[in-house]
């Protein structure tokens, strides 16, 4: 398992090497691609949004990426006044290694910090947060 993890980050990696080039075209160096990864690990959270915290602004792509054999989903749980996700904001679960799903940083989200939850594992602590900032 640690193998085919360091495995992983090496491809993340590469991935995030042509989307900073391809970001690097633009003059200020936006949007850029956040990518998030769904992780299993040892420990008393074994399963766990990598990174924790990431923030974002409108015009930035978020893309979680399936990164363990267990299923996940991404919920966008509790949101900050204004935004216009709904409480039921979700992906489908993610059941194979390497599938993404990605969300566009637009209109819909206003700037402050949204807890994103796994619904299987939001008991055992599988959460994240993000948070939204720049001009609205
Ligand atoms: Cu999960």
């Known amino acids: 398992m640690f ?8 491809v993340l990696a590469s991935s995030f090497a ?3 080039s391809a970001g690097a075209q633009a003059s200020t160096g936006r949007p850029h691609l956040i990518t998030v ?4 690990q ?3 959270k074994p399963f766990a949004f990598d990174p924790l915290k990431f923030t ?6 978020l893309r979680f990426v399936q990164a363990s054999s267990t299923m996940h989903n991404v919920h966008f749980k509790t949101q900050p006044n204004g935004a216009k996700l709904g409480s039921s904001f979700a992906s489908p679960y993610l059941t194979k290694k390497g599938q993404t799903f990605t969300v566009l940083i637009d209109s819909r989200f206003t700037n402050g910090t949204y807890e994103i939850m796994c619904d299987p594992h939001e ?11 720049g001009q609205e």
């Open 3 to 10: 193998r085919s993890k360091i495995a992983m980050t090496v």
């Open 42 to 44: 040892p420990g008393a």
């Open 37 to 40: 990864n769904l992780i299993e």
């Open 56 to 61: 974002a602004q409108r015009g930035d792509t």
């Open 123 to 133: 008991s055992i602590g599988m959460h994240a947060f993000l948070t939204v900032q």
């Open 18 to 20: 042509l989307a900073a």
